[in-house]
């Protein structure tokens, strides 16, 4: 390559050749060196260098193939790797700034149940810090061989750590817990002497630490605030135009963050808070941002030039030069105090404590509430009690039913303090050593009891709610009655108005005459006067309609001196049924529907037999034949009114019989 470590170029003519360097490096003689600090960002597919203050282009692209969903992003500036995490595969991968050397540090995917989420280097110790979302924890890989030395922080009691910072020259590890409580946290590198640096009612969005003025950065959704190491002198430096943070850098005086919403790059002044600008814009999907410096601290007491310490696998720096070493989880620290070992077996009724001491403490101060490890291990991870135990107060959970039944079964006796007196049976005994209620509240449907103990299955079991009672209320009863005659007058109103309907249509007239229901004509039948006056009757002519089931009959030798024809004109609007040999007589009472007003006669004279004429049963009869000597009445087309019964005609009339 000509001498050159990175780029040779020919030179045109004389055959000779210079070196050259990528963007953001620098040449002495032949040999580039890289820039001593730079940002690094990625996005979803892409890793990019960043040096705002350059002549050169501000930011390059590395060329690294076969990036994919790039989620968490970290380098290593002794050896020149960078790291990530592939949200592809679930794994962490490496290669250098050049895109050589790629391989795998992490495996993921296959039967490896594991979901990587941040990442942070100690170059000391040449571990590689990161956590994963499904375990809840915080583990350790070697830089050296990729394997694995095992978990320093495990999440308990609800906590789920997920970014991590550290701060190797002080041997601290920073990170944020997203579970019940959104905090930050701090530790040693072993995940021992935690210490909350701050709580927050919003989650923790991203974690940088300042290793120069040694002070802790962290987001939330709407502010960037700062403290020192301990969380003292905690204040807010950013909080405004913010979006989403998804990472934090410092870098020389300033803070550096990504905005995925905003698809921001911006700083601000790490100590005031002014001079904030977006040195990048419109940069598509940004997942990660770290700034990189030269190693501070070549001589670090738990550097590769005192072989870490002389520890097997953690060596956390000490005040005043010295060093300790120590054991992740599950191992424990040997006598000679620089070797981790498994640790030994107990027994069944025994608990083993955790690193560093390893002592075994009975299995019953296990959960009691009260810490007999040096490191506190057997109260982590106890179980919480169920709807069906009770917790004591030093930790242990009992069955319910033991509650207040006279035996201490509690090693603090807390089951049977605050409890009800046992010679009164009106009263129920609420869990946790709650307050008495009455036993009528017991599974009642509402919870009376502070925990809600009156509603649990066992008090409803040993506490059956009593027999609902049968007999309504007296409010019940009175509203009972006033419905009833609502009901009885409504009906009373329906029967009215029905009997109303159907009723004759005019007073006075009988029920039979066609003049209340001219549109359901019915056949007349003259009833013949009686009396010593009274002619002889002459036969009589039956009138039956067509259809043969309603019948008239007519008495030629009772005649008022009214021509047939007028006398016609007393029929309603349809004309009269023809005559014939049978018919067949029934009972007709009023019309099935409320019949139309009447329409006036177009004559003055009626017969006076149509005055007594019966209805026919048929209500709905076919329309009659015209006779051969009358003429039909007029039409309803032709007639729009008709006079009721006119006065009976006088002697002096047309018929010279009358």
Known sequence: ???????????????????????????????????????????????????????????????????????????????????????????????????????????????VHQHPYDLAIDPYNRLLFWSCAVGDTINVTRLSNSSALGVVVRGTNGEKPRNIALHPDKGFLFWTDVGVKSRVMRSRLDGQKRLVIADEKDQVTALAVDKNDDLIFWSTKDRINVADLTGKNMRIIVSSQLSQVSGLAVLADYLYWVDKDQQLIERVNKNTGLAREAIMSKVAHLTDLVAITDIKNPNHPCGPLTSHGGCTHLCLPLPHGSTECSCPQGLILHEDRATCSALPACGVDHFTCGAPSADCIPSAWRCDGQSDCPDSSDEMGCPECTQHQFRCQSGQCIDLSWVCDGNSQCPDGSDETSCCSTSSTSVFQCGLGGPCVPIADVCDGWSTCPDGSDESPYACQTHPPPRPITNPPQGHVTLYILISISCLASLAAAVYRCKKRFSPASPGLPCEDSAADPLSPKPLRVVPKTGPTAPKPMPAVRMTALNGTSSSSYDRSHVTGASSSASLLCYPLNPPPSPATTAQREEYCCPRYRPPPPTPCSTDVCDESDSNYRCDSDPFPPPPTPRSHSSGPPSPSSSTYFHPLPPPPSPNGRCPNC
């Open 1 to 111: 390559n000509g001498g050159c470590s990175h780029l040779c170029l020919a030179r045109p003519g004389d055959g000779s050749h210079h070196c050259a360097c990528p963007t953001h490096y620098t040449l002495h003689n032949t040999t580039c060196q890289a820039p001593p600090a730079f940002l690094l960002y990625s996005q979803r597919n892409s890793i990019n260098r960043l040096i705002w203050e350059t002549e050169d282009c501000p930011d390059v692209p590395l060329p690294i193939q076969n990036l994919k969903n790039i989620r968490a992003i970290e380098f290593d500036p002794v050896k020149q790797f960078l790291y990530w995490i592939d949200g592809r595969t679930q794994s962490v991968r490496r290669s250098q700034d050049t895109g050589a050397a790629v391989g795998v540090v992490v495996a993921g995917g296959g039967a």
